[in-house]
């Protein structure tokens, strides 16, 4: 029997204080003013080398015009869904200018990657379906994937062999499908590394399955002028049915996106329970947005910096003997090991006034603890010497150089 003075929430701090202990809760370091190369944090100011601002948009004067702008014209809120009445026009003009950028016959808007994700990756497939999903795929793939009651199969890591296997096994239950779908992300976020979508589109044409990529990371990096990773592999859009992305990263503002054709968006924004039942973003975001596609198109200039400025930190790091893993990307992971270690190295950095954070089990395998660096274009040549002579200083000094 339930003891009546039992207290229904201790949970809360139990499991909390767990978390302390194990040294695994969150410490929130805040941001005072904007996120830019030089950032003030915890009141310290430091070289910024862990926001996913990759390209510098969040901190452009054309997005911060734009949103001053539409606050004046439209207003700071939307006020309702979309499907009622919170669609402005500001919001179907970024989803044209989306579209015509990803050079796709449509794209669709949603509040965040993570809405995308667990909004329609549960109407694309359901019960009788089957899923078929690369082991490191981010988790609001892996919680979209559990809404939908699809049957899952794991491939091994941006394995074209394995997942040939996994579809080739699904092939002799093929009857039992309605639908089959390979899912990826595009670049993958703990690593750094590029999907072979390539391959992967052409299983999936043989197999006759859908694919779903997710280029959070791609976009802004990868491709033509930063279009992502469809562009990058030069994929006709009937082989990559839905290209996901976010304006989160290197669009530098907030909001999640798929492109594809106009039957796909016709059939997301009429499906999707996130997209349905959750309210659409307020005036300045969706001016933001636009005018970061506008800054893609007409300054193609920071994603070749973006890279100039990779190379050269890869090579510099390289040649201190870090090891940067498979990383292909401006996400370079420094792995050092131990959890412990890696807290060591990013804290140490921190009073060397470079900002980057540790990532540790269970993100990664434990004996795979890291620094993740993502570089950004806005950083200066000399803020990227000083960031590796903060690395080989702290390397030295932790014994992992
Ligand atoms: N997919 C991937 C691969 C991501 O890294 C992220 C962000 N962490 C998301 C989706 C979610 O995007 P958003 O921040 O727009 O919700």
Redesign the pocket.
């Given at each position: 029997m339930v003891s009546a003075v039992r207290d229904p929430t201790g949970f809360l701090r139990a499991e909390y204080e767990e978390l302390v202990r194990a040294d695994l809760d969150w410490k929130l370091r805040v941001l005072d003013g904007p996120s830019a190369p030089w950032s003030v944090v915890d009141g310290q100011r430091v070289l910024m080398l862990c926001s996913n601002n990759y390209l510098g948009l969040s901190n452009h004067p054309r997005l911060k015009a734009a949103a001053i702008e539409a606050v004046r014209t439209h207003g700071a809120g939307s006020g309702s869904v979309r499907p009622i009445a919170g669609t402005m026009d500001l919001h179907r003009e970024l989803e044209e200018r989306l579209a015509r950028f990803k050079r796709a016959e449509a794209s669709l808007t949603y509040q965040?990657?993570?809405?995308t994700?667990s909004g329609l990756l549960p109407q694309l497939v359901g019960e009788g379906d089957l899923v078929v999903s690369d082991e490191l795929n981010?988790g609001?793939?892996i919680d979209g994937v559990r809404l939908s009651r699809a049957e899952r199969a794991v491939y091994r890591h941006a394995d074209p062999s394995d997942l040939e296997r996994v579809l080739d096994e699904a092939e002799r239950h093929r009857p039992e499908y309605r639908r089959v779908l390979v899912v990826t992300?595009g670049v993958f976020?703990m690593d750094g590394d590029i999907a072979p979508l390539d391959r992967i589109a052409a299983l999936g044409a043989a197999h006759g399955a859908m694919v779903y990529v997710?280029d959070?990371?791609g976009e802004g990096v990868l491709g033509e002028g930063g279009r992502g990773i469809v562009s990058h592999f030069h994929l006709s859009r009937d082989r990559v049915q839905v290209e996901m992305g976010?304006?989160?990263?290197a669009f530098g503002v907030?909001?999640?996106h798929i492109s594809g054709s106009r039957d796909l968006v016709n059939f997301a924004f009429n499906k999707s329970r996130t997209w349905l039942l959750s309210g659409s973003h307020p005036p300045a975001v969706a001016a933001a947005c636009l005018a970061a596609v506008d800054v893609l198109e007409q300054e193609p200039e920071h994603v070749e910096r973006l890279w100039s400025l990779t190379r050269r930190f890869k090579k510099a790091m390289a040649d201190l003997g870090f090891d940067l893993g498979r990383s292909e990307t401006p996400i370079t992971p420094v792995i050092v090991g131990e959890s412990s270690l890696a807290k060591k190295l990013s804290q140490r950095l921190f009073e060397l006034k470079v900002f980057a954070l540790p990532i540790v089990y269970p993100m990664v395998a434990k004996d795979k603890a890291r620094i993740r660096t993502i570089m950004n274009a806005a950083l200066t040549d000399e803020d990227v010497g000083t960031a590796v002579d903060a690395f080989a200083k702290a390397g030295r000094e932790l014994k992992i150089l």
């Open positions: 965040s990657g993570f809405a994700n981010h609001s793939i992300d976020s997710d959070a990371h976010t304006f989160s990263k907030v909001g999640g």
